[in-house]
């Protein structure tokens, strides 16, 4: 049973782009959360989409949004990138809402330049 | 909200010695779920162990054990005959039992070292 896959692995932009990041759960997974993970501030919940349904938001400015599609594959967005955008973006999955075991990919590690 | 702490910053052990990892956290929830998660230089977050709140016993995976307080609301990991690679990024998170609205909420970290 293949992982949850996250690419790019690596990303580097400019100062006010924009970039999209791709998440792919585990075959019949239906539950994926996002989280940035940085050396200040740690691991922070981004959103969680269940069912192509925002299904919670932390406490992020409007430039980073998500979606999810019907195969549950998910995407996130951020733009205007500004320099404390740069981090590892971790994405999980679990079979229902995130409160029983989620499985995490390898992350995709942004550089804001 | 939940908020969980883990005083460590960085732990040292000895190959094949016993290390014990602190957590403690803080919920209004009375029903939630705790997790060890270990990061490894791959980055990829790896669920270790996992305990129910409303379970008294505690969880058990191998050679890694908690130790759950939950009147102290503290919840220690321990890594018994430590091995090369559990040398890795230890995170402490916790969740309400139905998930929350602020999804999984982690600790800083606990670096572990293994010594040779």
């Known amino acids: 049973k293949a992982g949850v896959t996250q690419t790019p692995r690596y990303l580097i932009k400019t100062r006010g782009q924009q970039v999209t990041l791709s998440c792919s759960p585990i075959s019949g997974h239906r539950s994926v959360s996002w989280y940035q993970q940085t050396p200040g501030q740690g691991l922070q919940f981004l959103f969680e989409y269940f069912s192509e349904t925002q299904r919670n938001k932390g406490n992020f400015p409007g430039r980073f949004s998500g979606r999810q599609f019907s195969n549950s594959r998910s995407e996130m967005n951020v733009s205007t990138l500004e320099l404390g955008d740069s981090a590892l973006y971790l994405c999980?999955?679990?079979?229902?809402?995130?409160?029983?075991?989620?499985?995490f990919g390898q992350g995709t590690r942004l550089t804001v330049v | 909200a939940q908020t969980v702490t883990q005083s460590q910053p960085e732990m040292s052990v000895q190959e094949a010695e016993t290390v014990t990892l602190s957590c403690t956290y803080d919920?209004?929830?009375?029903?939630?779920?705790l997790f060890w998660y270990k990061q490894p230089p791959s980055r990829q977050m790896i669920l270790v162990i996992r305990q129910e709140a409303y379970k008294q016993q505690n969880a058990t995976e191998n050679r890694f054990s908690v130790n759950f307080q939950k009147a102290a609301k503290s919840f220690s990991l321990k890594i018994s005959d430590s091995q090369l690679g559990d040398a890795a990024m230890y995170f402490c998170a916790s969740t309400p039992r139905g998930g929350g609205a602020d999804g999984l909420t982690f600790g800083k970290g606990t670096h572990l070292i293994i010594q040779p």
């Open positions: 999980a999955s679990s079979t229902t809402v995130m409160n029983t075991e989620a499985f």
């Open positions: 919920t209004s929830e009375s029903d939630y779920y």
